[in-house]
């Protein structure tokens, strides 16, 4: 038996949990600011918002085959002549002359007469469909874990205090059985059971410290790498809980933003497919050319042409068909994909609605629980000290008092994130 030391040690864990609620230093952080911060860091969404600046520019590259190409050929050719009996001429009768001088502008204008060019636009835009559908996701998903963590915090906060308050109320027992031993009112057995407790409230406040710290460094690397300073955030436990929504008649997990993603793929396999499509119909081009190519460099020897032509393929279509077929499945892979999701989909909003109800019921039970369990702490306390009760009572009351307070604000944590994953599941 030795109080002294074990009201040092009460004192040091005073301490610890007054520490860990100073040491909270900068600016009071909402739970908004707090989201703002890590949307804002480099993260997912920055690499999502870097893919729909690539789909954009793909979009502007598909475009520019609407455009003619203007090029400018120079050059000078050499063919070693020939002196036949039909006089100088050229030894290679492909070229025109044993010199030919080269100086001219062209432009080549694909016409899209298979639509190939139109299927690239389409292909380019559901990319940017489905990039803009990402950015969403990858936004959702941070705002979701950063609550999460945000809500971990605030609760391992709590439970420091609460589970402090436990090893206060564990350290007067043990200094009243004490007293009461040492004048001979009390049992050795009372005052075992009371340090007995007193070891397991501390041991329980030193895992309630860890995970406030570890909560504490999950939530501060979402946007720095000082996660050792505690965060000043602001506690929303203390705040009355709102009711829950309305229940919605319609469906809107539908909004969610993988569903545009579904689209965004089924658009891009179809595009694909007139592509494919466009290897089996005739591709025509139109080429205006402007310049000199004589036997002479001479400016008045120039000229110009337009040069239409069209390309009719006709060996090629077991290829382009099969190709066809294969996107057209994919296509339909993905709206299965997408029927599977919508049923998975609208489980996880149900789950969510059922559990943001009970969670909510549960709020005022854990109140009641607090209040009885305080009154039943108080009986024991009287009981004991009037030579009527049981050390034992007064030992599980107190842990039946701080269950209670650890129920109560880990339920109004629970309904904080259920409310927030409602808002996920239902497209919000």
């Known amino acids: 038996m030795r109080p002294t030391v074990l009201n040092t040690s009460k004192a040091t864990l005073f301490l610890l949990v007054a520490g860990s609620c100073l040491a909270q230093t900068g600016p009071l952080l909402t739970l908004e600011d707090c989201i703002k911060l890590a949307t804002s860091a480099p993260s997912s969404i920055a690499t999502a918002r870097q893919q729909v600046v690539i789909a954009r520019y793909g979009i502007a590259a598909a475009r520019a085959n609407f455009y003619p190409i203007i090029s400018l050929q120079t050059g000078y050719l050499y063919n070693t002549p020939s002196t036949a009996t039909e006089g100088f001429t050229q030894r290679f009768i492909t070229l025109n002359a044993p010199r030919e001088y080269i100086t001219m502008g062209q432009a080549d204008l694909l016409i899209d007469s298979s639509g190939r060019t139109r299927a690239e636009v389409a292909r380019a835009k559901a990319d940017q469909q489905r990039a803009e559908a990402g950015l969403r996701i990858s936004q959702r998903d941070i705002r979701r874990l950063v609550t999460t963590a945000y809500y971990r915090l605030l609760l391992a906060r709590r439970l420091v205090r609460v589970t402090g308050d436990a090893v206060a109320e564990s350290q007067r027992f043990l200094t009243l059985t004490t007293t009461l031993f040492n004048g001979g009112e009390a049992a050795q057995a009372d005052v075992i059971k009371a340090q007995a407790d007193l070891a397991f409230q501390s041991q329980a406040l030193n ?115 099969s190709r066809m077929a294969q996107f057209s499945t994919q296509a339909e892979q993905v709206q299965t994909n997408r029927a599977v999701a919508e049923r998975t989909y609208s489980k996880e909003y149900q789950d969510a609605l059922a559990r943001v109800r009970q969670v909510y019921l549960q709020l005022d039970l854990t109140t009641s629980q607090v209040t009885l369990s305080t009154e039943n702490l108080r009986l024991a306390r009287v009981r004991y000290q009037g030579g009527e009760g049981l050390a034992l009572d007064v030992v599980a009351a107190q842990n039946q008092l701080s269950l209670a307070r650890t129920n109560q604000y880990t339920a109004k944590a629970n309904y904080f994130n259920a409310r927030a994953e409602l808002e996920v599941t239902a497209g919000r």
């Open 207 to 321: 895992n309630a410290e860890l995970e406030a710290q570890l909560a504490n460094h999950e939530l501060a690397s979402f946007w720095t790498t000082d996660t050792t300073s505690e965060l000043n955030i602001e506690d929303l436990l203390d705040i009355p809980a709102p009711e829950p929504a309305p229940v919605e008649t319609s469906q809107p997990f539908l909004g969610r933003p993988e569903f545009a993603t579904f689209d965004a793929e089924r658009a891009g396999f179809l595009a694909d497919k007139r592509q494919a499509k466009a290897d089996l119909l005739p591709q025509m081009k139109l080429t205006y050319q402007y310049g000199i190519d004589a036997t002479r460099y001479n400016f008045a020897d120039r000229g110009q042409a337009v040069i239409a032509s069209m390309s009719v393929p006709i060996f090629d279509w077991w290829r382009a068909r």
